[in-house]
C-alpha cells in the first residue's frame, strides 16, 4: 500500500474529535519548534529510516535548483529517532502549510524513553511526490546539500543542526552521521 493510500484512509480520522495529539519529528521539527506545544519528549518510530530522499523548492533550495531533506523510508528492523510534540489540533493548519511540499501526515505508533507507547502523527513524503529525489551515494547527498540554498537558509545548516540535534538527544543514524562527515571533509578540503 502506498504512503498516499495509507494518508488517504487515516488522515482525516486522527485529529476528528481530539483536544491533542502526539506529532513526531525527525527533521527540521527536532531543533526548531516553531509551533504551540504542550509538552515535548524524545521518542522513536519503528521500521522507519531517515533518508536525505526529498527535493526542497520552498525551504533548502528553489524550484530551480532543489535542496535535499528528510524523510521516512519504510525499512523493516530500523529505529528512527527524533522529539515528539503533544500539540493541539490547530497546529496542523500551521505545519500543513509548512510542510506542503510533497509530505502527507500519517498515524504511527511512538515509543518514549521510558518505554510507555502512544499514537503519533508523522509528516512523510513518498516516491510517488512529484519533489521526490530518490537515492545516491552519501558524497553526493553532501555535494548537493553544500551547493544548495533556500528561503529558509542553506541547505548544510539544515544538515548540520539536525546532525548536532540527534548527537545531543543520543539517537545515532549511521545515514545523517556519514552525509554530515561528507560535507565536513569537503569543508576541510575546499579550505
Ligand atoms: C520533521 O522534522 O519531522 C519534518 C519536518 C519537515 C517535513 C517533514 C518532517
Known sequence: MSVNTIEHNR???HLAGRDEVWLFGYGSLIYKADFAFLEHRPATIEGWARRFWQG???HRGTPDA???VVTLIESSGETCGGMAYRVT???FEHLDHREKNGYL????PLTFADGSTAEGLVYIAGPDNDAWLGP???TEIAAHIAR???PSGANRDYLLCLADALAELGYRDAHVEAVAHALRTRD???T
Open 148 to 150: 544548495s540554498r533556500g
Open 66 to 68: 532543489p535542496g535535499r
Open 105 to 108: 501526515r500519517l498515524v504511527t
Open 136 to 138: 545516491a551515494p552519501e
Open 56 to 58: 526542497s523548492h520552498d
Open 89 to 91: 489540533p490547530g497546529v
Open 188 to 190: 576541510s578540503a575546499v
Open 11 to 13: 488522515r482525516q480520522n
